[in-house]
């Protein structure tokens, strides 16, 4: 085993954030979904409601492969510390719905959202670590193609690349 897996399988992530597959996130609950269909057809294509939802914070493995010189641990300890003092769990839902797409042929169905004070943990990231980071684009997966996993969107561009839709 790695060092790396090692840190990985130990780093303690305050309540109620979780760290799973290189993003730390915020697991959302007690979601209203009673508007929510459990399936829709858009564009030929029929996505499925998830049955568990998150708003990704940071792409951890993203921003180690952009910067080598810091670790989990240096990321992991700031953001500890930053929502001990801020905490990041007031999510914001906007009228703003997007398709991401995939080029292993994964789609899903996005909401934007924002958490206030999440700007501040960029920044706090930046000033600690001396780094270039970019603030995540904030979204929940709403909807998946059958049996789909969700579609990583950790930059402006990603986020830029899909599509927006309205429903009435």
Do not use: W
């Amino acid at each position: 085993m790695s060092n790396g897996s090692a840190i990985l399988l130990y780093m303690r992530i305050s309540n109620p954030y979780k760290y799973s597959n290189g993003y730390i996130f915020l697991p959302l609950r007690n979601l209203n979904l009673d508007n929510l269909h459990p399936t829709i057809v858009l564009f030929g294509d029929n996505y499925y409601l998830k049955s568990e939802f998150h708003v990704s914070l940071i792409c951890v493995k993203e921003d180690l492969r952009e910067n080598p010189l810091i670790t989990e641990a240096n990321i992991v300890d700031i953001f500890n510390g930053f929502v001990g003092k801020i905490p990041l769990q007031k999510v914001e839902y906007l009228d703003e719905y997007r398709i991401a797409t995939h080029p292993d042929g994964r789609k899903s169905i996005i909401q934007k959202v924002n958490i206030r004070g999440v700007e501040g943990l960029f920044t706090e990231l930046r000033k600690k670590l001396h780094i270039t980071i970019n603030t995540q684009p904030l979204h929940v997966t709403i909807y998946t193609l059958q049996g789909g996993r969700g579609i990583g969107i950790n930059n402006i561009e990603d986020y830029n690349n899909t599509i927006e839709i309205r429903f009435r």
